[in-house]
């Protein structure tokens, strides 16, 4: 949920600022597919999507995840 509320802060991250935030022995991708199962279970949708080293965030779900 931590990870979920500092991801909502903006729509597009870069993967070494994700590892930089949460730390090294993080798994970025088993993360992003956890905020995604969570997320899906409330508004039906995903929240995260890679794209090589971007990470996109649609936030416009904030107010219902959070």
Request: charged share 30%; net charge negative.
């Amino acid at each position: 949920m931590e990870a979920l509320k500092e991801l909502l802060k903006k729509d597009t991250w870069q993967r070494e600022e994700v590892q930089n935030l949460f730390g090294s022995g993080v798994m970025i991708g088993n993360m992003l597919e956890q905020i995604n199962d969570y997320a899906y279970s409330k508004v039906e949708d995903i929240v995260v999507e890679e794209d090589g080293d971007t990470i996109y965030v649609t936030t416009e779900y904030k107010e219902q995840l959070i």
